[in-house]
C-alpha cells in the first residue's frame, strides 16, 4: 500500500534562504504525490502535485518539487523563504481502494519557521 | 465554480455530550467525500469517506460515524464525545477531475 514519509517535523530557516522539505513515499504503482499547505485553523491548500508527467512540478507561491524515483523521494523547495511561508505542510499519496475509490493518506506534516 | 462548507469552526462540547458536524458541497454532483481528522502532532487521519448517498466507509474504529443523507452533504456524528475526540475535523471532496479540495475545519475541544 502507499505510504508516505516526512522527514523533520518541525524547519527553521531565515528569512530569504532556501526552503527544503523532505517527503519520501513507498509505493507499488506509479504514485501520484502532492504537497499542501495549511495556515493555522485553516483547511489545506495544494501547493503542487505530480501525476506522472514532468518529474519536476512547479506549484504557487513560488514552491517546487522534483519527483526522483531512484531516491523514492517528493522533496519541497523553494530558493528564497519568504516571512508568508510560515505554516505547515503535508506530503500526501494518493491510493486507490479495491472498489475504484481513491483517497489520499498525508505524512504527518512539517511545520515551517521563518525566522526574521 | 465548486465550493466546500464545514461549520462550525470552532466547537467546545463536554464529555458525554453528542457531535454533530456538517459538510456540504456546491457546484459539482456525486462527489467523493471524506472526513479527517487532525490531532496535535499526529497529522491527518482519514475517519471516513463516501462514494454515495448512503454509503459509508470507516477507515478506523472509533466513537464517530459519519451519515450522508444527500449527494453533497456529509455529516459527523458522536452519540458521546470522549475527552480523546478533540482535534482539528476536516472535510473534503474529490471527483476525477478535480482531486481533493478540504473544507476549512472545525476545531472540536471536548472537555
Known amino acids: 500500500a502507499q505510504s508516505v514519509t516526512q522527514l523533520g517535523s518541525h524547519v527553521s530557516v531565515s528569512e530569504g534562504a532556501l526552503v527544503l522539505l523532505r517527503c519520501n513515499y513507498s509505493?507499488?504503482?506509479?504514485?501520484?504525490l502532492f504537497w499542501y499547505v495549511q495556515y493555522p485553523n485553516q483547511g489545506l491548500q495544494l501547493l503542487l502535485k505530480?501525476?506522472?508527467?514532468?518529474?519536476l512540478v512547479k506549484g504557487i507561491n513560488g514552491f517546487e518539487a522534483e519527483f526522483k524515483k531512484s531516491e523514492t523521494s517528493f522533496h519541497l523547495t523553494k530558493p528564497s523563504a519568504h516571512m508568508s511561508d510560515a505554516a505547515e505542510y503535508f506530503c500526501?499519496?494518493?491510493?486507490?481502494?479495491?472498489?475504484?475509490?481513491?483517497?489520499?493518506?498525508f505524512g504527518t506534516g512539517t511545520r515551517l519557521k521563518v525566522l526574521a | 465554480s465548486q465550493t466546500i462548507h464545514q461549520w462550525p469552526a470552532t466547537l467546545v462540547q463536554p464529555v458525554g455530550s453528542p457531535l454533530s458536524l456538517e459538510c456540504t458541497v456546491e457546484?459539482?454532483?456525486?462527489?467523493?467525500l471524506y472526513w479527517y481528522r487532525q490531532a496535535a502532532g499526529r497529522g491527518l487521519q482519514l475517519l471516513f469517506y463516501?462514494?454515495?448517498?448512503?454509503?459509508i466507509s470507516s477507515e478506523v474504529p472509533q466513537n464517530l460515524s459519519a451519515s450522508r443523507p444527500q449527494d453533497r452533504q456529509f455529516i459527523l456524528s458522536s452519540k458521546k464525545l470522549l475527552l480523546s475526540d478533540s482535534g482539528f475535523y476536516l472535510c473534503?471532496?474529490?471527483?476525477?477531475?478535480?482531486?481533493?479540495?478540504f473544507g476549512s475545519g472545525t476545531r472540536l475541544t471536548v472537555v
Open positions: 473534503a471532496w474529490s471527483n476525477v477531475r478535480s482531486g481533493y479540495t
Open positions: 509505493s507499488s504503482v506509479p504514485p501520484y
Open positions: 505530480y501525476t506522472s508527467a514532468a518529474t
Open positions: 500526501a499519496v494518493r491510493r486507490v481502494a479495491a472498489s475504484g475509490t481513491y483517497k489520499y493518506i
Open positions: 457546484g459539482t454532483s456525486n462527489p467523493n
Open positions: 463516501s462514494v454515495g448517498i448512503g454509503q
